[in-house]
Each structure stands twice: as C-alpha cells, then as structure tokens.
C-alpha cells in the first residue's frame, strides 16, 4: 500500500477536519458519527477502526487514509495498528463465513477436522476466501464456548459439538455450493435433509 | 440514590419484590445454554405458564451460567419454601412439561432432574461465582438485593484507603490472572505512588484459548467487577478505571456499558460517592485479538490505541503506566474476588484453600470429561478430585492421560501427579502454572507432541515480532516440532529444540516469550518417550523431508 506517499502528496489535511467523502455515501455519514462520538481523540484509533469493520466489512486503504486525517495521525501508524490486531481484515469477506474455534478444548476434541471437512468439501483454505468470492473458512482462537467443544459458527450462528457433515450440511443450506473446478461428483451429490441443517438453528440443536 | 441509607432501602424493596412470587424460574441465558437454545426453552416455560394463566405469580429470571455447560440449557425452580430443583438438557418440550407439571401441578419432572447434592455442584465453593445462575445480570437491584455495593459503601464511609489495602493484603489474595502476585502488596504500590492521575485497570483480555471464567464474571456479574475496581480505586487514590476487554466478547461489552449506565444513575460511580470526596470513572476499552495485550504494558499500549507491544519493566506501571502516570492492572476474576472479601473480612477468605494460596480459583473446565463447565474450588484441591468427581472421568472407557493448565504459557500434569493440590507453588514445582484458569483435560487418544505443536503455532502466530528470541525463536521452534510430529526429526532436532527452549525463556522481552518454551519443557520432561518414539534416523528424516518439500512445491 502507498499510503505514506499519497498522504504526502495530498498536502496538509490536518488543519481542518473535513467531512469523510463521498458525502453521499451513506457509510461515510456512519463513518463521521462514530469519529465525532469518540471526539476525534487519537488513542480512540482501536475503537475507530472496529467501526470502519463494522460499517465497510473490512478495512481499505482509503478508509485508512481517511481515518488518519480525521485523528490526525501519521498514515504509517494507523496502517500499523490496523495489520498489528488479528481481527482488523483488508480484504472483503465471502459472502457466507464459517468459522472453526481453535482454542484448546476444541483442538483437543477434533477442530482440525472439522476445519479439513469444510475445506475439502468446498475447495476453500483456511483463512481464505473462495475465489468466487462464496464462501470465506476462518478460525476464531477461542469463543469461549469450550464445554460444548467442538465449537464453529455457520454465519455468526453457534454449532456447539459439530461435525463436519454438519458444517456441511449447514453451509449447503444457506447457498454455498460445491466448487466449481471439481464440482462434478459434489453437484450430483444429493442436498442433506433439512433435519440435519436445522440442528444448527438455535434452539434446534439437540 | 446518594447515601447508605438509600442502599438498604433499595435492598428491601428488591427484596420483597421477589418475596411475593410464589415461584421463580431460573433460565441459564449464558453463551453456552443460549447456543444450545435456551431462548426457546425459555420462550416456552413463558407461553405455557402465560395459557394456564399463572404468568402474574411467576418470575422468569434470565440468569448467568449456572456451570455445567455440557448439560445445558439448565433451568431451576425455586418454589416458596421449598428445595431449589435444577432441570439439564431442557430442550422446549421438556420446558413445557417443567412449566406445567411442576411449576403448576408441583410434581417435580424426574427424568429431566439434576441432583443439586451432585458432585459437579457439592464439590464447588462459591465466591466470585456466588451470583452466577442466581441474578439476572441486566438489573442491578438483583445485585444490590444480594449485598451489592455495600463493600463499597462501607469501605468509603467507614474505612480508611490504607485501611482497604490492609483488609487486601491480609486476606493473601493473589493475582488470579497467572501470575499469582500478591493483590495487597500491587495495591500498596499504587497507594504510595505520588499522583492525582492515578488508573485502575481490570484486565479482561483472556486470551489463553480453552479458558472463559473472566468472560462469564464480565457477563453475568458485571457489577462486581465494577464494585471490585472502585474499591481498588478507592483503596489506592485512583480517579479513573478502565475495563480492556477482548473484542471477541460482545455480549461482556454491552453488560459491563450497561452496568456502569446504572451504577452512574445510581450514584455509585461518579463524584461524591455516598457524601464523600471520593470520585470514580470507568470506562470500557476492547481489543481487537492480540494474546500479547494480556501483558500488563502491552495492554496499556493498546489501550492508548496502539500497537500492543510490551516494553521493559522496570519501571513497572504503578510507578509509570497509563499516559506516564501511575496505574496498576488487576485481572477480572482478582477484582471480582475484593468485594467479598470486604464484606465477609480477610480472616474467612484467608480460611479458605492453602496456606500460600488463599481462597478459591475458577476453572474452565473442558476437553475429555463428561461433565465440563465452569467451577470455583477451594485451592489445594487435587486434580484428582476435580477430574474424576467433579468433572465426572473421562468417557467412553478412555484413560485419563494428562491436564493442562495455563494454556499457552503453562504445562501440563501428567496423571500420576493427579494428587497434587491445586495451588500456585504446587503447580509450579511440576513445571506447569496455575494461569488464569484454563483445565483442558487430556485422554490417551491425545499425542503430547501435537499438543506441544499446537500451543508453539499459537505463541508463534501471537508473538508481537519485538524481540527476537520470541519472534524467529517460536517460528524456529514450531518448525522443529513440525519436524517432529511429521517423521521428520532426528535425535538431533530433538536436542536442537532444548536449545531453543532455553533461549527463548531466559532471553525474550515479556511474559509470551519467556513461558512460551513451557509446554515443550513440560511435555518432553513427562512424555520424552513420545518424542522419541518419532525421532527416525538421519536418512530416513532426510528423505522425509524432500518429499514434503517437493510436495509443497508440486
């Protein structure tokens, strides 16, 4: 990223706190309420950026620029917190997301597996998002959900004691389709039943 | 509310509020119940009470976790006069049967009860724990009508700061974050510095993966926290107070937000507290997943919305911390321990546990157990007790292998010191740590290299890249044990990672690099024979090694 050298050229847009553009975008409108709640104070930078995430989906270099003249802050140092905490992403996340808790209890109760079964079932990689931009496989280091190990999340919902069938079954569910590559024995393959997808609903869980 | 007085009232009131419902239903509304879907359990004991008409003589309480996770959603009945009944693995249909059989017709619903006289519960003594599963975290009367507040009120009213610290101090309350520092003796420190721009921090960043007492404290008591750190400000001169917190716990974040909403409508945070000098702000600070940022200065780091890395100490933050100015950090379940202590006296909480380690610990409990969950025990329990009564054994006719504490920075404790009392020096002398509380238990299906693996991807992933002997030591590290857990190692590799182990401890910048060596050390001191066993000859591990390299690069 050249942000330092774009900021440079950009001159000083310290003196004045202009408005976050586009102005029309609605995001920007967000954006320039949260800066204005914190007062624009600088050690506030954490917080601003969970907002951006909040608000954008991840964290983009135009953002970033932005978010460094409203708190007046060298460019180098927002874009050095931002890389620094494991939770900050620059890149979009998939349009479905499935997360495998790591942590120890999970670890030791089988998460490797139910982090390979997604991945071959769906030709993702861990901590990557699929090429047509479907499905995104991420790890979560622990939710704190360990006596019910092991733990994923199929879009934000709790799938406590999973399986990888489950996984699966819970991705096909909400739309994710099998590669498009290698899908040929996948797209015949028939859909689970929706007894096994409900499981992960809450409340449908046994 | 503005003095004493309006504190008892407030009690009372609460108080005879509850007294008049003939029943109250307990739901368990924590992370772990609602995951396994007690908001449709509750919903149903609501609308099958509400179609018999008896919703009026009823309270629903969504409460904290009431501990046994693995057999949630866990519901308890408490009738007017009689035994509590605590109901597991109540799924909708059972929560009807429960709402109309007991809590209408009063026969209580067997096959869905769960002894409270069993052992999971029997074994546990509660301090910081004692409103989990009893008050619904949201209203802060609920705490108030359990004593709430009241350690606060009367250290203000009736003691000195000095007075607080001795009270801390005597009690032999240590850290409960890991390191098991002395609380009274941190206090002190504070107390003495010279500033009128003192912090009191409460470190909920639990960040060791397998562990979450500190989360369930922060969302199901967190008024005790808050109580906990205004007595630490009180006790040592500090105006503000600070609560860092993971950003991976939204539900502690919006509760604690909450809390001190209510505390400051309530007059028990902000100026003048019950008539007197004293002054106190909190404010909630998240982290955005950073294991480092449980190191006290890369915590403040962080707080001052920086990269989280640590820095030397000396000097140590009650000299220089927040901005420059004196700050001490306490863990979550430390502070949540203080308002007890004021209330019930240093004598009862020092009679509790050991004679180094007073008072009780909170474990997460998990890994190859029947019964997993959050439980608070006396210290010098034996791990015996805790894994095979409480914890209910290992199922599935599997033997129980090891436990391991501390997480990334501790070790583990193989079964044949299952006897050893649970302590800080105990453990320590086993070569593990007492740490914040993490007990993932360990059946003969579990490889100790891989372990040892597992937690090295871990510090190396979460090292801050400051210091070298951490930054190339945990990366070099993993590498070996990759090696080894691959078939790819040699009695050498074996020997080139003590080393290893020996530079990173004594050479790194903080606490992640120092303990990181620690579950390599504890593992190979206990189950060398696993290492050895996949230590090959050097033309094996050579081949080995060219064939996963060209794969990779296939």
Known sequence: MTMASEHAAAGNAHSDRAPVRPPDDPRAALLNTQLKKVRYRADALIEVLHAVQDIYGHLSGDVLRTVADALELPPSRVLGVATFYHLFTFEPRGEHTCTVCTGTACFVKGADALMQGVSEAFGVGQDETRADGAVSLLQARCIGSCGLAPVALVDGVVVAKAKPDQLVAALRAAGVDAPAADGDNEAEAPRRSDDEAAAVVPGGAA | MTNAVDLFDLTQKEREAQAAYRTTVLCCGSTACLSGGAQATQDAIASALEERGVQQDVRMVATGCMGLCSRGPLVKIRTRGGEDVLYADVDEAAGRTIAEDHVVGGEVVADKQLSLTHPFFARQERVVLENMGEIDPNRIEEYIARGGYTALRDAITTMTPAGVVEVVQRSGLRGRGGGGYPAGTKWGLLAKAVSDQKTVIANGDEGDPGAYMDRTIMEDDPHRVLEGLALAAYATGAKQGYIYVRAEYPVAVRRLEQAIRQAKRHKLLGKNLFNSEFEFNVEIRIGAGAFVCGEETALMASIMGQRGTPVLRPPYPTERGLWGHPSMINNVETLANVPTIMRRGADWFAGIGTRTSRGTKVFA??????????????????????????????????????????????????????????????????????????????????????????????????????????????????????????????????????????????????????????????????????????????????????????????
Not at chain 2, 442 to 462: G, I, K, N, T
Not at chain 2, 499 to 516: M, N, P
Not at chain 2, 518 to 529: A, G, I, K, M
């Open chain 2, 365 to 554: 409990l998990a890994g190859k157990l029947r019964n997993t969950g959050l439980i608070e025990v006396p210290m010098g329990i034996t791990l015996r007790e805790i894994v095979e009564e409480i914890g209910g054994g290992v199922p599935d006719g599997k033997a129980f292998k090891a436990a391991q504490t501390g997480g990334p920075s501790g070790g583990c404790i193989p079964v044949e010191h299952a006897d050893t009392s649970m302590d800080y020096d105990s453990l320590l002398a086993l070569g593990s740590i007492m740490g914040s509380g993490g007990l993932i238990v360990m059946d003969d299906d579990v490889a100790m290299p891989e372990v040892a693996r597992y937690f090295m991807r871990f510090c190396m992933d979460e090292s801050c890249g400051k210091c070298l002997p951490c930054r190339a030591g945990t990366f070099e590290m993993h590498q070996l044990l990759d090696a080894i857990c691959e078939g790819r190692a040699t009695a050498a590799t074996l020997a080139r990672l003590e080393i290893l182990c020996d530079v990173v401890r004594t050479d790194s910048l903080c606490g992640l690099g120092q303990t990181a060596p620690n579950p390599v050390l504890s593992t190979l001191h206990y189950f060398r024979d696993e290492y050895e066993a996949r230590v090959v000859p050097p033309k094996v591990a050579a081949e080995a090694t060219v064939a996963a390299t060209s794969e990779r690069s296939a």
